[in-house]
């Protein structure tokens, strides 16, 4: 019997996986020229961030079987793939890199780091501040889009003496259903966006939810930039009442002159939410797994579309 045709995106596919499990035969592709096994593909995983043209390439394979994304979100991928093209997405893979970019978010927020980097720039120190800075002690977090990473989340901010309010689109135990968020969003101090891009979501985020939030709080978005109304987060921001931290916007990326750059209250991170070291040992532990799995006959983990295999 044949091995099975991968495109893995990486030159040295078994040191980067710890070992290339048998039963595949593989040929590197993470964009640009195509190998001359398009044709042959049956098990796949796009490169990361490689943008749109890693992800067209599926219409051009006959073969193809498997999709595994090294992403948590998908909804780019869907539009690719036939209803015979099993995907599977990268759950677990971002939980602590995306955890700790909402923390580090929060804590530059509330003690101002980017005003102390701007000082240090201009080498001042100043000799008062008309404010002290706010703590995350004793603050409430709403964790919105309460799964995998926001149990990461939670779990590190077990340590800063804040409570946790835990929301998602249905409820189940200590997890309230997202139709209650006009009664919870007044009690949180900081909001967390943690969804995924779904029709439900894109534009949840809008002036009535932002008005909702108490005078003060903090809107951290680490999901995807769509869910929140970019012109009602502005007029919002413009006013003072609230401020924000994200790391994803609307565009993106985010062009140069756009208003959000300028706008008060609000600290711009280019979406690096996944780009630590933090992400390849785990993304390697999940494609071995996964082509293990998929050589064994065995059903496949984070099947998201498609049949399941």
Partial sequence: MADVKA????????????GLP????????????RPASLAEVEFYV???????GVIEVVREMPALKVVQTQTAGYENVLPYLSDDITLCNARGVHDAS????AVGLILASYRRLPRAVRNQEREVWPSSYDEIDDSLADRTVLILGYGSIGEALERRLAGFECDVIRVARSAREGVHPIGELPELL????????????TDETRGMVDATFLARMKDGALLVNVARGVIVDT??????LGTGRISAAVDVTDPEPLPAGHRLWSAPNILINPHRGGAST?????????VKAQLERYAAGEPLINVVAGPAR
């Fill in 7 to 18: 495109w893995l995106p990486w030159k040295d596919p078994d040191e980067f996986l710890g």
């Fill in 22 to 33: 048998d039963g595949f035969d593989v040929d590197w592709y993470a964009g640009g020229d």
């Fill in 46 to 52: 796009p490169s990361y961030m490689g943008g749109s």
């Fill in 98 to 101: 995306t955890a700790e970019l």
């Fill in 186 to 197: 007044p009690r949180a101090d900081v909001v967390v966006l943690l969804t995924p891009a």
């Fill in 231 to 236: 012109e009602a987060l502005l007029k919002e």
């Fill in 278 to 286: 933090a992400f390849a040992p785990r993304v390697a532990r999940l």
